[in-house]
Each structure stands twice: as C-alpha cells, then as structure tokens.
T-cell receptor
Framework: KQEVTQIPAALSVPEGENLVLNCSFT??????LQWFRQDPGKGLTSLLL?????REQTSGRLNASLDKSSGRSTLYIAASQPGDSATYLC????????????FGGGTRLMVKP | DTGVSQNPRHKITKRGQNVTFRCDPI?????LYWYRQTLGQGPEFLTY????????KSRLLSDRFSAERPKGSFSTLEIQRTEQGDSAMYLC???????????????FGPGTRLTVT
C-alpha cells in the first residue's frame, strides 16, 4: 500500500527566503506525482505534475524534482512571498492503484512580511 | 468559468439525515473522482468514473456512501443516515483520458464542506 509523507508539517519563514518542501513515498512504482496548493477552506490548485520519466518541472518561482528510485520529491519555492502562504500537498498516482491519487498530509507554509 | 464546480459549498445537516452533493467536471473531461478530506489531513480517494461507468468504488467508506454519473457529465455523491464522523470536505476532481502525458492531471473543484450536528 502506497504511503506518502510530507516533512515538515508546518513551516514559517520570512519573506524573500528560498525554501524546500519534502515529500516521500514508499512504493517507487508510480505513474506521476503532483504538487498542489490549498488555501484555507478551499479546494486544491494543481501547481506541477511530474511524469515518472521526468526529473523535474518548473513553473515560475516553483521547481519540483523527482527521484523515483529513492521515493522522494522536493518542491523548491524561490524568493517566497506572503501570498505563498498556504498548505502544499503532494500526491502520487501509483502504477498498481488504478487512477487514484494518494496524498501526503501536507506542509502548512506561512511567509511573514 | 470552465473549472470544476461543486454544489452546495456548505451543508449543515442533522445526524441521520441523507445528503447529496453535486459535481460538474470540466466539460471535455471524461474521468471524474471523489475524495474526502478531514481537518489537517490530505484528501483520501473514494471513487471514480470514466464516462458513466463507476470503475472503482472499493474505497467508499461504507454502504451508506454511493455515487452516480448517469449521463457521463455531472456526478452526485450521496451519504445516507449521516453520522458525525462524516463531517469533512468532499472534493471532486476531473481529468481527461488520452494520448498526451498531461491528460492524467487531475483538476479539483472548491469542495463541499459537510457538517453533521
């Protein structure tokens, strides 16, 4: 059974800092990995999707990497801003789990002005 | 707005009542998913459809939960005889199924927050 863990559970940083969020998964047989952002009481916004054959994806100040063999992904946020404050969730689609996404518990990020 | 929509956004109900939620996917998407998210946790998968066929309902939490997608467009999730433990955010997502790599990316709606008193 796939398990996804995100560390840290919460993070508070001053504005302008570069930061890294971590995601690990137990079964490396994945089809893809998605990073999402969730604002309080809201739905999920997809940030980046990395296929299992890819090593990284970039969008603006965000860069996500994937090391499938070690079961790890990182989300790098450059020059953080208060508007980046949200919960960040990673999710994997496993090869043997149909089309479901298995989510981690999320990292709650606060960027202080 | 061409994103995934869900109604209602909030539902308060008394224990024992039945509730039904609706999800309208992105129009060209043929796959639709339901997830449940409790406070402080990541979403957990419940069920999914490809067109009108429910292809995986193994993760529905109990026989009180059921979902339909009768015409392959919108979907409904029903919870019968609600319990306080059913209080959660119910999220719907959709994706396309095709040849391009990004066709499996799931797009989520705003969710329906259920409170059972």
């Amino acid at each position: 059974k796939q398990e996804v863990t995100q560390i840290p559970a919460a993070l508070s940083v001053p504005e302008g800092e570069n930061l890294v969020l971590n995601c690990s998964f137990t079964d490396s047989a994945i089809y893809n990995l998605q990073w999402f952002r969730q604002d309080p009481g809201k739905g999920l916004t997809s940030l980046l999707l990395i296929q299992s054959s890819q090593r990284e994806q970039t969008s603006g100040r965000l860069n996500a990497s994937l090391d499938k063999s070690s079961g790890r992904s990182t989300l790098y946020i450059a020059a953080s801003q208060p508007g980046d404050s949200a919960t960040y969730l990673c999710a994997v689609r496993s090869n043997n789990a149909g089309n479901m996404l298995t989510f981690g518990g999320g990292t709650r990020l606060m960027v202080k002005p | 707005d061409t994103g995934v929509s869900q109604n209602p956004r909030h539902k308060i109900t008394k224990r024992g009542q039945n509730v039904t939620f609706r999800c309208d996917p992105i129009s060209e998407h043929n796959r639709l998913y339901w997830y449940r998210q409790t406070l402080g946790q990541g979403p957990e998968f419940l069920t999914y459809f490809q067109n009108e066929a429910q292809l995986d309902k193994s993760r529905l939490l109990s026989d009180r939960f059921s979902a339909e997608r009768p015409k392959g467009s919108f979907s409904t999730l029903e919870i019968q005889r609600t319990e306080q433990g059913d209080s959660a955010m119910y999220l719907c997502a959709s994706s396309s199924f095709g040849q391009t790599p990004l066709s499996y990316e799931q797009y989520f709606g705003p969710g329906t927050r259920l409170t059972v008193t």
